[in-house]
RNA sequence: GGUCCGUUCGUCUAGGGGUUAGGACACCAGAUUUUCAUUCUGGUAACACGGGUUCGAUUCCCGUACGGACUACCA
């Protein structure tokens, strides 16, 4: 067998689709597990579209998701150039081949005469493509034309473009390492441009000698390229490469998380999750997009999520580091229906991951938060309020929002805990609270709990009943992580104040 | 319209000629947590439909329906 080689081929066009994180995910693991080469090539034969900086965010983001790349631009490797727009000779000497043996053409056809014959076609009611091997015989091509009218044209610098000559009435056979056999005749196969007027291929042309210039052993791509796939199997064959062509591997779609359809940018924004791996600013719109980095998503998430939309490994294991995955993972395991995209599932992955971090790690993004927010605090303390939000939260930045009052003395108060709980046993009990804390020369959760039992003992009250009222009063919520931890990291003086505010607030909540 | 691909709980899926059709997310309930979250336990919930083949089909075959992709000098 030969050695694996696998690409991942995206344009820059803009970011990159959560989607293709994905096919880069899958390809990235079979050249792992395969002890295999993983190559990024940048197709970018469409100067129309190109966008700047696509390109590095491309390169970016799959550095973000641990998606290691062996070959590429940046990389370098035994078969560079691996921008599709520095190879462009190649693609003009290979579509020359294609021409003297007869498998090309030359195309004169203006876009009026096209859009002439497409109007043609759709009177006569035919379902016919426009450009096939019925209609190129009445268009301006070098089939119709003299060698000589040919040159001359040529000669003259019109415009021109190169088509396949598909075969008449010929049964293609793909192999499909996960749909299985997938066969069309040649009938419904148009006539497709391999190179266009600008001097650059198309996409096919490109992909093809590419491909088998690179030695890639397997092509795992979207469905979407299904359909031209056939077309692919025709190029190889013309070019005379048949036995060395690739495995072809189309992948499930990502479908919107409601209804039908393609996974697009539109829907993450109506649902509000993210569709970029990283922060996009769109260079044309100027549209701002917030990554899955910046909304929180720990990479190995978002992989394992990923991983798990449209594979798994037959067994009851859920969490998979990338290791794990690529042990795991089989091209033979893909399904073959579209999956919805399920944030909520994300969610859960992540938070999964997050509880596994250590709580120093997890004090680097409190304390980066904290930097935002203006706040010193020290490693210790930032350590101390992570293990203790560790296991509520689902985002880093969790860690801050949902632990404000750590740092800053509430403003404001839950109302429906002041309404059911701030009575005159918990003004009694708090006040007298106050007090005691103060009196105290050590401080910790400890000795506040102790503390406060003796105080509800002496005024016969029970602990119980007071204490929604004493969290309420020192964090301003109704819930949150154990009180008395929460007094011995903002210290005596701090609960004294607090306290002393608090009860001067919500005297009047008293009935 | 045409071509191709697909269809198991709401979602991701396992399974496969005879199963109580399994797991996970979500949801609901109970327990624990004197709060909230976590955790634990339990629960609701699926083989698109119609024909075959077969002793037997959710599983194999053929249709139908539905859905999707593609149908550019875009990838």
């Known amino acids: 067998m030969k050695d694996v080689r696998v690409r991942f081929a995206p344009s820059p066009t803009g970011a990159l689709h959560i989607g293709g994180v994905r096919t880069a995910l899958y390809n990235f693991l079979l050249a792992r597990q395969q002890g295999g080469t993983m190559i990024l ?33 940046r990389e370098g490797g035994p078969y560079a150039p691996y921008r599709q727009s520095e190879r462009k000779h190649l693609y003009q000497q290979h579509a020359q081949q294609l021409l003297s043996s007869g498998h ?57 473009v190169i088509r396949f000559k598909i075969p008449e009435n010929e049964t293609v056979v793909l192999n499909d390492l996960i749909r299985g056999e997938v066969s069309v005749n040649t ?28 030695k890639i052993s397997h092509v795992i791509r979207g469905e979407e390229w299904l359909p031209s796939a056939p077309l692919h199997v025709l190029l190889y064959k013309a070019f005379g490469w048949e036995k060395d062509m690739p495995r072809f591997a189309h992948l499930p779609l990502l479908l919107k998380p409601d209804g039908n359809g393609k996974l697009s940018k539109r829907d993450a924004d109506r649902m509000g999750f993210p569709i970029f791996p990283l922060n996009w600013a769109d260079p044309k719109t100027g549209e701002q997009s917030t990554g899955y980095k910046e909304s929180g998503y720990l990479p190995e998430a978002l ?61 680097a993004f409190l304390l980066e938060q904290l930097k935002l927010e203006n706040i010193s605090c020290t490693q210790e303390k930032a350590e101390k309020i992570c293990a203790l939000m560790k296991e509520r939260i689902t985002f880093p930045q969790e860690l801050w929002e949902h632990g404000k009052f750590f740092f800053r003395t509430p403003e404001s108060f839950d109302e429906s805990v002041v309404t059911k709980k701030w009575n005159d046993d918990a003004v009694k009990v708090i006040t007298a609270y106050r007090d005691a804390v103060e009196r105290l020369s050590a401080f910790d959760a400890g000795i506040a709990k102790e503390t406060l039992e003796q105080v509800t003992a002496s005024l016969q009250i029970g602990t119980g009943k007071i204490l929604q009222a004493l969290r309420v009063a020192l964090s301003g919520l109704g819930g949150g992580p154990d009180l008395m931890m929460i007094m011995e990291i903002i210290g005596k003086d701090e609960v004294v104040s607090r306290l002393t505010f608090a009860l001067k607030n919500l005297k009047q909540k008293v009935s």
């Open 41 to 73: 090539r940048i197709e970018d034969t469409d100067q129309n579209r190109y966008v700047p900086g696509a390109e590095e965010y491309i390169m970016e983001s799959l550095d973000w998701a641990g998606i290691k790349i062996d070959e590429g631009v």
């Open 303 to 363: 992989i394992n999520f990923l991983a798990f939309l449209g594979w798994n490994p037959g067994t009851e294991q859920e969490i998979f580091s990338m290791d794990e995955l690529i042990r795991a993972f089989s091209i033979e395991r893909i399904g073959k229906a579209g999956a919805k995209f399920d944030i909520q599932k994300a969610q859960w992955f992540n938070q999964q991951y997050l509880r596994t971090k250590t709580n120093q790690e997890l004090a």
């Open 187 to 214: 009938t419904q196969l148009d006539d497709k441009v391999l190179m266009k007027s600008d001097g650059m291929p198309t996409y096919h042309l490109a992909n093809v000698v590419d491909d088998y210039l690179m």
């Open 104 to 160: 090309a053409y030359y195309a004169f056809d203006t876009e009026q005469e096209i859009e002439a014959l497409r109007e043609r076609q759709k009177a006569a009611g035919s379902d016919q493509q426009q450009y096939s091997s019925v209609t190129r015989t009445v268009m301006r091509n070098s089939l119709t034309l003299s060698a000589e009218e040919t040159k001359k044209l040529l000669d003259s610098g019109v415009n021109y």
